[in-house]
């Protein structure tokens, strides 16, 4: 293993529940609609836009809204996001990613960063992890948001790696499809019954180690 991409959401911090949240602020106030709980693993990884396509598609609605109504939406939604990530801090970074972080180090593993969110350097940087990546691949550079791989391999060729030299890192459905498109080993975090294709599922991040990589990444390459 040479490389790791990671996601961002869910994976490095728990901003995952604030993302649906905000949708599900949005879809009550603006739109009348109650989204279920289940839909939370649907919209994981999806981008901001996607999303929201989404619900207007699960609310029988789509057609009702032109493209400037869209991104109208879309951008409050963000608003309602940014104002629960106010205080994000270092704090927020979740179990296990400073002592994983540390021992890819001590390994000359490269680090970057294949997020589907357009906050992400900001989050990077109210986590005090900003300078910890060797690269942050731009999703709005990429053609396809996830579960299409095209940020994966953006994020493995932003460290100068092919993709079967890395890891990616995941804890959503659409995340875990877009890492093995890419042709990447799968360590994904979460519930082993959703995220079933990715090549080891832990159920914290706690449980990630340079370790558990390296040898998911070994027996992939058997
Ligand atoms: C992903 C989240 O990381 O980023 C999604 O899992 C979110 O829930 C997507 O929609 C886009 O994020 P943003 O910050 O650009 O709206
Ligand atoms: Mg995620």
Redesign the pocket.
């Known amino acids: 293993m040479q490389g790791a991409v990671f ?4 994976v490095i911090t728990d901003t ?1 529940r604030y ?2 949240a905000a949708w599900c602020q949005l879809a009550k106030e603006k739109l009348g609609l109650d989204l279920p709980a289940k839909f939370e693993i649907e ?6 836009i996607d ?1 929201l396509k989404k619900i207007l598609e699960y609310g029988n609605m789509l057609d009702k809204y032109s493209d400037e109504q869209i991104q109208d939406l879309a951008a409050e939604k ?1 608003g309602y ?1 940014l104002k629960a990530i106010e205080d994000l801090s270092e704090k927020d970074i979740l179990p296990g990613i400073p002592e994983l972080i540390d021992q890819l180090k001590e390994h000359n593993v490269k680090m970057s960063l294949a ?6 350097p900001a989050i990077l940087k109210k986590l005090g992890l900003f300078d910890a990546f060797d690269a942050i691949a731009d ?1 709005s550079k990429v053609e396809h948001g996830k579960p299409a791989p095209d940020i994966f391999l953006a994020g493995a060729a932003a460290v100068d790696l092919k993709p079967s030299e890395c890891v990616g890192v995941e804890d ?1 459905v659409a995340g875990v499809q877009a890492i093995k498109d890419a042709g990447m080993t799968a360590v994904a975090v979460g519930d082993a019954a959703e995220l079933g294709k990715a090549d080891t599922v832990v159920p914290t991040t706690a449980d990630f180690s340079y370790d558990l990589f390296e040898k998911t990444f070994e027996k992939a390459h058997k």
Do not use: I, M, Q, T
């Open positions: 996601d961002l959401d869910g995952a993302h649906f919209l994981k990884g999806v981008s901001r999303s963000n996001y997020s589907a969110s357009k906050n992400a999703p959503a």
